[in-house]
């Protein structure tokens, strides 16, 4: 009995690592598009660049970008705001940018609520992830 407990639990994991390494950029790309009801071809690297370049008031009366902490280039490694290194955006810079949709959603939102004071929608994240898969 313990014997099949475990290993029906190893089994789920390995279902869980499964699902986890198909994460893509385009299957969240698809998936964001599927999410705003729009076809994924509709999905805009320049409305997503615009989104990254864009400045809002901050919290703080500063104005705030993605490319505040980020850099104006993508591929270049950027700093948070108390000084710690955040790896390059760009999937071309970093291959494990965007493989994992739980990560991905956790930065959406603790970004777009930085920078955006709100949440981006389904579309603006497949829009930016469509821009930076493009970034060479």
Request: aromatic letters at 6%; a positive charge; charged letters at 20%.
């Amino acid at each position: 009995m313990i014997k099949r407990l475990f290993c029906s639990g190893l089994a789920a994991l390995g279902m869980v690592a499964v699902a986890s390494a198909a994460d893509t950029p385009a299957s969240l790309m698809a998936h964001y598009a599927q999410a705003a009801g729009v076809p994924l071809a509709s999905l805009s690297a320049a409305r997503g660049a615009a989104l990254y370049r864009a400045e809002h008031p901050g919290r703080n009366a500063q104005t705030v970008s993605c490319a505040s902490c980020h850099t104006a280039d993508p591929k270049q490694p950027g700093r948070s705001r108390v000084g710690k290194r955040i790896e390059p955006l760009a999937p071309a810079a970093n291959p494990g940018r965007f493989t994992d949709a739980a990560k991905v959603e956790k930065w959406f939102r603790r970004n777009c609520g930085d920078v955006l004071q709100r949440e981006c929608s389904a579309r603006e994240k497949g829009d930016f992830i469509a821009w930076l898969s493009q970034v060479q």
